[in-house]
T-cell receptor, first 113, second 112 residues
Framework: NAGVTQTPKFQVLKTGQSMTLQCAQD?????MSWYRQDPGMGLRLIHY???????DQGEVPNGYNVSRSTTEDFPLRLLSAAPSQTSVYFC????????????FGPGTRLTVT | GQQVMQIPQYQHVQEGEDFTTYCNSS?????IQWYKQRPGGHPVFLIQ?????EVKKQKRLTFQFGEAKKNSSLHITATQTTDVGTYFC????????????FGQGTILTVHP
């Protein structure tokens, strides 16, 4: 199993550009989530999904969209990038919500200039 | 906001010294999870605690869940340079079916 994969590893965007961060898992996990990691702020939950077709907001959802059309994929979209979105983004998956071990992807380091 | 607060934010120790990080909540938690993130890496699951007063050990690591299920600690005995990284606690809050949120993390530096 590849586990949780994320692409790209690194990305530089200009303010106002859009892009999609890809996340895929091959463990048939129902629960998937996106976190951003900033110095001193820990891991903050952006959006999560409890299954295909179902998504919900986390702590810091503004500026981000998600969809879950399949069990395997959970892309994160930035519609109009802002410098405040410069961060490291991690996708995670698990069998269920908070009571289960989370498997994290390798992360995407995004810089918005 | 975040369910759990973690302290300290940074800890520098000499190799061989002990290290402890604490996770606190104002509300009763259904569970607490601990993760380790090596520099440049991604968080990796260490353990989950669910019972009041629970204590679990993994080699030099000891994890505790408070009697009131509002706090937890991770203690490392005789740190080694391989212990370097950021340690996070996370919880689903009052129900194990809730979304998982994390504390701010403790960055551990070990000087040889």
């Amino acid at each position: 199993n590849a586990g949780v994969t994320q692409t790209p590893k690194f990305q530089v965007l200009k303010t106002g550009q859009s892009m999609t961060l890809q996340c895929a898992q091959d463990m048939n996990h129902e629960y998937m989530s996106w976190y951003r990691q900033d110095p001193g702020m820990g891991l903050r939950l952006i959006h999560y999904s409890v299954g295909a077709g179902i998504t919900d907001q986390g702590e810091v959802p503004n500026g981000y969209n998600v969809s879950r059309s399949t069990t395997e994929d959970f892309p994160l979209r930035l519609l109009s990038a802002a410098p405040s979105q410069t961060s490291v983004y991690f996708c995670a998956s698990s069998y269920g919500q908070g009571g289960y071990e989370q498997y994290f992807g390798p992360g995407t380091r995004l810089t918005v200039t | 906001g975040q369910q759990v607060m973690q302290i300290p934010q940074y800890q520098h120790v000499q190799e061989g010294e002990d290290f402890t990080t604490y996770c606190n909540s104002s509300t009763t938690l259904s569970n607490i999870q601990w993760y380790k993130q090596r520099p440049g890496g991604h968080p990796v699951f260490l353990i989950q605690l669910v019972k009041s007063g629970e204590v679990k050990k993994q080699k030099r690591l000891t994890f505790q869940f408070g009697e009131a299920k509002k706090n937890s600690s991770l203690h490392i005995t005789a740190t080694q340079t391989t212990d370097v990284g950021t340690y996070f606690c996370g919880s689903a809050g009052g129900t194990s079916y809730g979304k998982l949120t994390f504390g701010q993390g403790t960055i551990l530096t070990v000087h040889p």
